[in-house]
Structure formats: structure tokens, C-alpha cells
């Protein structure tokens, strides 16, 4: 069966309109739990991959913004917090200065982690995803900057090969 997503979007766009930023990526990214993982993609039927799934939530909330970890990780990972549940957190792993992997934060030390070592999008508690990935990475937490997503978006350079089903659902 396949989802009819722009409405699935229409349904809850009341609910959707009444909930803060952080509560909208949430209830998105969380639509992705159970599909496969597919490296480079960010369908919400097909599957994601680690960057495409937060892009994903950023992208249903507005943002034209389809990065990899890295980037995601160098141009609005704000280092500093502050760290509650009010914000859009992301667990960002990095191997010699570089964010090869990421996972946005879904709940109380609850991550979203697609990784082809999964094989699926599966909620992880934070203890394990730490277990698995603190022993060869270096594994830091970081709130995402909206100002910047915004200037980026905006900008119109940060939307690199987003799926077709992404552009059919925004517009």
C-alpha cells in the first residue's frame, strides 16, 4: 500500500501548526522507524540514511536544507546547547574530525539511528547507540541552529539531490 504523504501532511497540519519546532521533527523523523536503511536517500517510503533522516524532519518542517553528517555536523551543530528536550538534538559521531554519522534524538536518551549495520531506521536507547559507536568515534551531542538552517535554506545551495518524493510532498 502506498502512503499518500502530502495527505497524511494535510491531516495533521492542524496538529502539526499547534506543536513547537522540536515536537514536528520529531513526529517526522519518527514516521522513518522500520523502513530500510538506503544510504543517500531520505524517502519516506523507500528508506534514509542516517543524514537523511534528520534532513528529512527538517525538510517537513519547511527547510530546503539535504546535507550529509559533516556538513550538518560543521555548519549548524551548535556545540554548546543548551541540551533539554525543547530543542532539535543530534548525537554526531566523528572519526578524525570528521561527522561520518548522525542520530537525532527522539526522546528521553531515546535516538533515531539508521545505519546500514541495522539494515533498518530503528529507536536505539542512547546507552547502546554510545556502546556501539564510543569505542571506535568520537560521539558528541550538539542542538541544530535553526537561524542557520533558515540562512541556509534560503540560500538555496543546501538541497543536494533531495528525493523526488520530498519535492512532491512540499509542493
Known amino acids: ?12 497540519q492542524q496538529r502539526l501548526e499547534r506543536m513547537a519546532p522540536w515536537q514536528a521533527f520529531r513526529f517526522w523523523v519518527l514516521q522513518l522507524e522500520g523502513l530500510p536503511y538506503l544510504w543517500g536517500g531520505e524517502n ?3 528508506g534514509s540514511d542516517c543524514s537523511g533522516t534528520v534532513c528529512f524532519g527538517l525538510w517537513m518542517l519547511g527547510y530546503n536544507f539535504r546535507v550529509n553528517a559533516d556538513t550538518l ?7 554548546r546547547g543548551p541540551y533539554n528536550q525543547q530543542n532539535i538534538t543530534c548525537w554526531f559521531c566523528l572519526k578524525d574530525g570528521i561527522a561520518t554519522h548522525v542520530m537525532p534524538v527522539v526522546g528521553p536518551e531515546v535516538v533515531l539511528n539508521a545505519t546500514g549495520r541495522e539494515a533498518s531506521i530503528r529507536l536505539m536507547p542512547e546507552a547502546r547507540a554510545l556502546s556501539w559507536y564510543n569505542n571506535a568515534y568520537r560521539v558528541l551531542s550538539a542542538v541544530l541552529d535553526l537561524k542557520k538552517i533558515a540562512q541556509l535554506s534560503a540560500s538555496g ?8 518524493v520530498l519535492r512532491l510532498i512540499r509542493n
Open 1 to 12: 500500500m502506498r502512503i499518500e504523504w502530502d495527505k497524511l501532511a494535510q491531516i495533521y
Open 44 to 46: 519516506p517510503e523507500a
Open 73 to 79: 555536523y560543521k555548519l549548524v551543530a551548535d556545540l
Open 157 to 164: 545551495g543546501y538541497a543536494w539531490d533531495v528525493d523526488p
